[in-house]
């Protein structure tokens, strides 16, 4: 786990980020399992201090009887938060993965659209992305696909898809469940071999004791595709740090989160000195970056 309070550092990451803005009406799609009752209860931790209006949403996708108890889940966890949950209930002769998404997400859109809601939040963590990256490199893919999935897309007019929990691992969701005496279901379908995410589900969970921090080295590797595609403000700032450090040959061996302290520092126009490696430092003052180096 990373830190002493993983489930501090989960809702300090969603203040943090930026993913989720301040004032927002939110509708949370909860399926009952621990990763989205997670999320319900850290948006419910910072709903007062970022000024969120939040809303539950279950959608009952009507294949498998043990539903109705992922609904009671959801049922309990707003009332425990004391925030209103709305459900939805899927009709549909087809029952294939893209078929019941793309209805969840139509059905989460009518339901933000019911309470004017801007945004819909999910669960998506480290491990869906690295599932969703290399499905798309299986597919065959550009630079889209090796972007997995983005922090915030259009979902619907008017409303935004937003994915607060993209760089959190699987485990620390359920950590934050069982910290905070959460109850949630698990899905018996995830067993299931025959869909395509789930068999490449257990194909990384193969890879995982060869490759440590396999998860989070592929979420950090989407996010920097997704910003350079984008051509965002944060993109220009890394490749600003990045071509400071590789000009005086100290970009070598130098650690993302390092550089990444430093993106920030010159985010929020801050000032001082950033340590890189052993006997470098970069040194960022009114805007401009300069590395010092011990001789």
């Known amino acids: ?34 990763d989205s009752v997670a999320l319900a209860g850290a948006l419910a931790a910072v709903r007062k201090p970022m000024e969120l209006d939040l809303t539950l ?3 009952n996708h009507a294949t498998r009887r043990s539903a109705f108890q992922d609904e009671c889940v959801v ?8 925030i209103p949950v709305s459900i939805a209930q899927l009709n ?4 294939d993965e893209a078929s019941l998404r ?14 004017d809601a801007r945004a819909v939040a999910t669960a998506h963590h480290q491990e869906d992305q690295s ?12 630079l889209d696909g090796l972007a997995g999935m983005r922090p915030r897309r259009p ?19 359920r950590h934050y469940c069982h910290v905070h005496a959460l109850p949630y279901a698990v899905d018996p379908t995830n067993a299931d071999l025959g869909g395509r995410r789930n068999a490449v589900r257990q194909a990384l969970e193969a890879l995982r004791p060869l490759f440590p921090g396999l998860d ?30 590789a000009g005086d040959e100290a970009l070598h061996d130098v650690d993302f989160l390092h550089v990444e302290a430093a993106v920030r520092a010159l985010e929020r126009g801050g000032s001082g000195r950033f340590h890189m490696k052993p006997g470098v430092e970069l040194e960022i003052a009114a805007g401009t970056v300069v590395v010092r180096k011990e001789r």
């Open 92 to 95: 549909l002769d087809a029952h």
């Open 102 to 115: 793309a209805a969840r997400y139509e059905a989460l859109a009518g339901i933000a659209r019911e309470r």
């Open 131 to 142: 599932e969703t990256v290399l499905l798309a490199l299986l597919r065959g893919t550009g």
């Open 155 to 173: 979902l619907a007019d008017g409303v935004e898809l937003i994915r607060p929990l993209l760089q959190q691992p699987a485990a620390e969701l």
């Open 75 to 82: 049922l309990r966890i707003g009332a425990t938060f004391g």
């Open 57 to 59: 949403a279950y959608v």
């Open 1 to 34: 786990m990373r830190g002493a309070k993983p489930d501090a550092a989960i809702e300090q990451a969603i203040e943090r980020d930026g993913i989720v803005r301040a004032g927002e009406r939110i509708i949370v799609a909860c399926s009952g399992g621990a």
């Open 216 to 245: 989070a080295a592929v979420a950090r590797s989407a996010e920097l595709v997704g910003e350079d595609r984008d051509g965002t403000e944060r993109a220009s700032l890394r490749r600003e740090v990045r071509r400071a450090l």
